[in-house]
């Protein structure tokens, strides 16, 4: 394998900023992560990457990850995760590099051009397309491939792959061969703080667990009950209802958290129920959108009043304070959904 090595210089820090006066990214935000200082790292749009600290002030990292890279192939953020060191890890889809806290970046794992999944150590194993990634706090790293190869005319579908620590690459399942997993679309992962992973069926409409030991269970959502012209119903999880969940985080009480595209909301299981947790958007008839949707908008203020848009696109992530910072993509900016309940905008482009 080969690897390459470029040190990238931070840049100047800007004035800190209040919650009235958001901040400007050098381009719109595609990927956010916290570290464990509880600074935010952005990714955004062509290879820019900043941190932004808990009390506003901004540095880049680097506007360009291809910076210092001679040949391919070159760094892209196409997913993004960040382990319990601060060290980040990024993808082309088939390569992942690792970018260390001081700016390093190196070829972590995956080989170029083969667009193959191969299990084994890291000289052997080979990605074909992955999606999302997402460190394991107990050590290693989930991704979740697409497979679109539809050799068996069954449409795509999904691996679900683990890099040890040790970076052994194993496969776990995958959404054709498990028949409690089994999906066509999956919209966003998360992980807990022992390792069981999260997944949200785009296609079924619902949020399922992953187990260490193997076992599936659906905790929110009924599965596949609605292909078309789906509804949002809160309360009981035997009969609460979603329309379009995506990326998942767990907040320090275990609690799940999600980002509902369709709905521009986010939403919380907890004690059995599913609640809205921050927005306020109309939800439109069924005859206006037979995949389902609610008005978008663009709004701060307490959680229950906030708006959003999120597509095209959304991303959360989480800090030790459970702070939620969240990627508005139809509004490109960054809002934050304080443990106290209000929405406020972090970064706003024009």
């Known amino acids: 394998?080969?690897?390459?090595?470029?040190?990238?210089?931070?840049?100047?820090?800007?004035?800190?900023?209040?919650?009235?006066?958001?901040?400007?990214?050098?381009?719109?935000?595609?990927?956010?992560?916290?570290?464990?200082?509880?600074?935010?790292?952005?990714?955004?749009?062509?290879?820019?990457?900043?941190?932004?600290?808990?009390?506003?002030?901004?540095?880049?990292?680097?506007?360009?990850?291809?910076?210092?890279?001679k040949q391919n192939p070159y760094p892209k953020c196409e997913a993004l995760a960040i382990d319990g060191m601060d060290n980040l890890y990024f993808t082309d889809r088939n390569v992942i590099w690792q970018m260390s806290p001081s700016g390093q970046i190196n070829t972590f794992i995956g080989l170029p051009y083969l667009a193959r999944r191969t299990d084994g150590s890291a000289a052997v194993a080979s990605f074909r397309s992955i999606q999302y990634m997402k460190a394991d706090p107990t050590g290693g790293i989930f991704v979740v491939e697409r497979d679109d190869t539809n050799k068996d005319g069954q449409g795509d579908y999904y691996v679900i792959r683990k890099i040890s620590a040790d970076k052994m690459v194993s496969t776990i399942t995958d959404t054709r061969n498990n028949p409690a997993l089994k999906s066509t679309w999956i919209a966003g992962i998360g992980v807990d703080s022992v390792g069981n992973l999260y997944l949200s069926d785009g296609a079924a409409r619902c949020v399922k667990k992953l187990e260490k030991n193997g076992t599936i269970t659906t905790l929110a959502g009924i599965c596949n009950k609605r292909e078309f012209k789906p509804v949002y119903i809160q309360g009981d999880i035997s009969k609460a209802e979603l329309m379009s969940p995506e990326d998942i985080v767990l907040n320090r009480k275990g609690e799940i958290i999600f980002?509902?595209?369709?709905?521009?909301?986010?939403?919380?299981?907890?004690?059995?129920?599913?609640?809205?947790?921050?927005?306020?958007?109309?939800?439109?008839?069924?005859?206006?959108?037979?995949?389902?949707?609610?008005?978008?908008?663009?709004?701060?203020?307490?959680?229950?009043?906030?708006?959003?848009?999120?597509?095209?696109?959304?991303?959360?992530?989480?800090?030790?304070?459970?702070?939620?910072?969240?990627?508005?993509?139809?509004?490109?900016?960054?809002?934050?959904?304080?443990?106290?309940?209000?929405?406020?905008?972090?970064?706003?482009?024009?």
Do not use: W
């Open 1 to 69: 394998m080969r690897f390459f090595i470029v040190f990238l210089a931070m840049g100047c820090s800007l004035s800190a900023f209040t919650q009235t006066t958001p901040l400007k990214l050098p381009s719109s935000a595609m990927q956010i992560v916290v570290d464990s200082k509880d600074n935010l790292i952005v990714h955004c749009y062509r290879g820019r990457m900043v941190k932004i600290a808990p009390n506003g002030t901004m540095i880049v990292i680097t506007d360009d990850l291809q910076k210092g890279f």
């Open 259 to 350: 980002a509902d595209l369709r709905l521009n909301r986010i939403i919380k299981i907890a004690g059995n129920k599913v609640t809205t947790l921050a927005g306020a958007s109309e939800i439109q008839p069924n005859s206006l959108n037979m995949g389902g949707r609610s008005k978008e908008g663009y709004k701060d203020g307490k959680a229950l009043t906030a708006l959003f848009g999120f597509p095209p696109r959304v991303q959360i992530a989480i800090d030790s304070k459970d702070n939620l910072y969240i990627i508005d993509g139809g509004n490109d900016c960054i809002r934050k959904l304080s443990a106290a309940g209000l929405v406020t905008t972090v970064s706003k482009n024009p």
